[in-house]
């Protein structure tokens, strides 16, 4: 066997143990080649104190936590004659590092042409540079949903180059974070990130569930944070197996562990060395590095992130916080759950089986390590994924898989973030609130997704037209799905404008009218309502049908026709029955003339009535649609003359079918006077050839809503409204000096000014 074939052999039997895979203490080495003299070899150590005295040594542990048992190091020839010395059982993996990393380098070029002839990208490992390539490809190929989004530079001053890819704005929605390679070495790291940016912005537009999910979610890719590092692995006198940044510590010793290096349990002993020399080394303070700080300043100045996988290898794990202690986090549950989702996820693609879990349950406790970062300062959940692997150097024919089975947690989480809160009204919105007492009503929140922090649903509300909101944490009094909002009392003047919303546990921020505070609920202010007349088409009060149709005329009933060619399937208020024009199955709609609909008389003798009925048109069937229209009209002289109240237009929205509930504050009219003559008639015609004419109404209601909230009223009373003209109106005004402001403009002459000064004065103490 040719002798770097028998290597490549070797390297593929070792047998990994997994949650050993990282860098203990390591004293430094100095060759001119890191590697020159170096021998990879597998010993078997009894003892905590021998694996002490081989580190003494020099020898570089290819294992976290170095401990008893099988392990893989790094020796040079003496130390490895050192270790047999010993005793110790060793087993020469590699007996030419350097020879071995360049089989490797070889072994990658030649996958890479041959993927490169078939425009597969992920037949081996990539550089920095072709890395950075790839995703300006993306940039460049989809510039409507990728976009550059760098978190800036490592110490050597090599960009930390991301892409945004998402539709809309920045911000605009929750966002993932998904990057790779803080360890130098774990080459795979840097794949999958990458090949998840590509599936996601090829997908966009011609996947529907990636075109959904990003719909609703913005992702965040950098797959290099430790570009240096990553950078010295592949150069030329440089280290196959470095881990760390390239920190010069001024010890003969170079490198930080960007992952010991972070703000959360900084340098607290679980796996973290003072040590400059160690690959564990922790810097010289949370987020020395500048390659850190700029992932810690990326993630502040997006508040809407709200997941986050850092990418690792190798062990096939998915680890959950906390890394440095095994006290379960405040949001374990949730967290544990969207675990065993990604590590379901990632089983479904080719079987691999990546086990999920926190401290240390699968694997060593770590200090300082970012995803708890991310978490602990954030909120937003931090995973790490150990990936596929038995050393590093992972076969590059494992890319592939590996990062196609990473795409699935990539996309659980995406699901998980993107699954909106569906913010519901079981009994409806409140139209009005009242003078006297709050008005309370129920919302229910519910979806698969991320769910509401406790405290975090709350009812916003303004009422004096401010745009400043009071926010009011909702009752949730069984603990489910099921929330009381309520409302406070309000004035006669006031403009009720509120919202909801639903924070949740990782911070995502859901709100009904999801365009709010832009857009809000609104409501009147009410003291009291009294119905004056009410028809809901059950019975027939006195309506009279005339009008020259040859047929289709105004009749009464549940409907027959079965919706078949725009007439109603079924009434508007729920009652049952209603009046529509002809109720037969088949033909049924108006031809030749007109069809007129006239109420009996009614009492409308005091103001601030409002009128209000359902009303179905449709006139979009036949031959020549879109040609006749639907009037609504009324009298105040039980029918002797009439005035037009609404006319739908042949070619108007609603006039393609359709319940319509529309509302008519009759002092507003023109031509309205309160009188109890009052008549209403409901006209459908066919005057045009060709055009299906169906026609129905139903749900009549005239109902006085009055508000008297003993606040007496007066113009110059224009500062809050409290009844008492004083310095606080005078100030007012002076505020508004020179505008048009309705309030202030107490003479209604369209600006503030020195007359309006002086009515305030006259009227100056109580309304
Ligand atoms: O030690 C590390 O930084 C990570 N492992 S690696 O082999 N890639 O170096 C693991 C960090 C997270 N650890 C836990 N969550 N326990
Ligand atoms: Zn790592």
Redesign the pocket.
């Known amino acids: 066997m040719h002798k770097n074939l028998l290597l490549i052999t070797l390297l593929a039997a070792w047998i990994g143990t997994p949650g050993s895979?990282?860098l203990a203490e390591a004293v430094p080495h100095v060759h001119h080649h890191p590697l020159a003299n170096d021998n990879i070899l597998s010993i078997v150590v009894d003892d905590d104190q021998l694996v002490r005295v081989l580190m003494d040594e020099g020898l570089r542990p290819l294992a976290?936590r170095p401990g008893p048992g099988v392990g893989h190091w790094l020796a040079n020839d003496s130390q490895l004659a050192f270790a047999r010395r010993l005793g110790m059982p060793v087993e020469v993996l590699v007996d030419d590092v350097p020879a071995h990393v360049e089989a490797e380098r070889r072994a990658n070029e030649e996958a890479k042409s041959e993927g490169a002839a078939r425009g597969d990208w992920y037949t081996a490992y990539h550089t920095f540079e072709e890395i950075h390539a790839r995703l300006d490809g993306l940039i460049a190929m989809y510039p409507d949903h990728v976009h550059a989004a760098d978190a800036g530079a490592s110490l050597e001053g090599r960009d930390i180059r991301g892409v945004r890819i998402g539709t809309g704005e920045a911000g605009s929605k929750p966002a993932l974070l998904f990057n790779g390679c803080q360890?130098a070495r774990?080459w795979v790291a840097t794949m999958v990130p990458t090949y998840a940016a590509d599936e996601l912005a090829a997908g966009y537009g011609s996947d529907a569930r990636i075109t959904a999910l990003l719909q609703l979610v913005d992702v965040y890719i950098i797959p290099v944070v430790n570009p240096d590092g990553y950078y010295y692995t592949y150069a030329s006198g440089g280290d196959r197996f470095w881990r760390k940044n390239r920190r010069n510590n001024g010890t003969g010793c170079y490198g930080v562990d960007l992952?010991r290096n972070w703000g959360v349990d900084w340098n607290g002993s679980e796996?973290t060395s003072e040590n400059t020399c160690s690959d564990i080394y922790v810097g010289s303070g949370p987020f020395s590095e500048p390659e850190s700080a700029a992932m810690r300043d990326f993630i502040l100045a997006r508040p809407n992130i709200v997941g986050h996988i850092d990418f690792?290898?190798y062990?096939e794990v998915i680890?959950q916080p906390w890394?440095y202690t095994n006290v379960l986090p405040p949001d374990h549950d949730e967290i544990d759950a969207l675990g065993e989702d990604m590590s379901q996820a990632i089983l479904g693609v080719h079987g691999t089986y990546y086990p999920h879990g926190g401290g240390?349950d699968l694997?060593?406790?770590?200090s300082g390590?970012f995803p708890d970062w991310t978490y602990g300062e954030t909120g937003a959940f931090g995973y790490?994924i150990?990936l596929r692997g038995t050393s590093f150097e992972l076969p590059a024919s494992q890319i592939r898989p590996t990062c196609e089975e990473n795409l699935e947690a990539v996309l659980a989480m995406m699901e998980w973030a993107g699954v909106p809160l569906d913010i519901e009204f079981p009994d409806g919105l409140p139209t009005n609130i009242h003078t006297q007492d709050g008005t309370t009503f129920s919302v229910r929140i519910s979806g698969d997704g991320d769910p509401p922090a406790t405290g975090g649903v709350t009812l916003n509300w303004s009422y004096d037209g401010s745009g400043n909101f009071n926010e009011g944490v909702l009752e949730n009094p069984g603990g489910g799905n099921d929330y009381i909002a309520e409302l406070p009392s309000g004035d006669c003047d006031d403009t009720p404008a509120f919202y909801i919303e639903v924070e949740t546990i990782s911070g995502g921020v859901f709100r009904e009218p999801a365009t709010a505070p832009d857009d809000t609920f609104t409501a009147g202010v009410i003291t009291s309502i009294t119905t004056t007349f009410e028809d809901d088409g059950q019975t027939d009060p006195g309506w009279t049908v005339s009008g020259d149709a040859t047929d289709g005329q105004w009749s009464r009933g549940v409907p027959a026709g079965g919706g078949d060619r725009g007439d109603p399937p079924n009434d508007g208020d729920g009652s049952g029955a209603c009046w529509l024009t002809d109720n037969v199955d088949g033909n049924s709609d108006v031809d030749g003339g007109s069809t007129i609909l006239t109420s009996p008389q009614l009492d409308a003798g005091q103001a601030g009535l409002t009128l209000s009925y359902w009303r179905w048109f449709s006139n979009n069937f036949g031959a020549g649609p879109d040609e006749d229209s639907f009037l609504v009209d009324f009298s105040n002289n039980n029918g002797v003359t009439w005035y037009q109240l609404e006319v739908v237009a042949p070619d108007a929205p609603d006039s393609s079918g359709g319940w319509y509930n529309v509302s008519h504050d009759l002092d507003g009219i023109p031509g309205f006077v309160p009188g109890t003559e009052f008549r209403l008639r409901f006209t459908a015609e066919d005057l045009g050839q060709g055009s299906v004419v169906e026609a129905g109404i139903d749900g009549v209601l005239i109902e006085a809503i009055t508000c008297d909230d003993g606040n007496v009223d007066c113009p110059e009373d224009c500062a809050g409204n409290d009844g008492i003209v004083n310095v606080n109106d005078l100030l007012a005004v002076i505020a508004a000096w020179g505008s048009s402001d309705a309030a202030c403009d107490i003479n209604d002459d369209g600006v503030v000014d020195v007359n309006d000064l002086l009515m305030i004065i006259g009227a100056w103490g109580d309304c």
């Open positions: 895979n990282c976290c360890h774990e992952n796996s690792h290898s062990a680890l890394a240390d694997l060593y406790l770590a390590v790490t150990e």
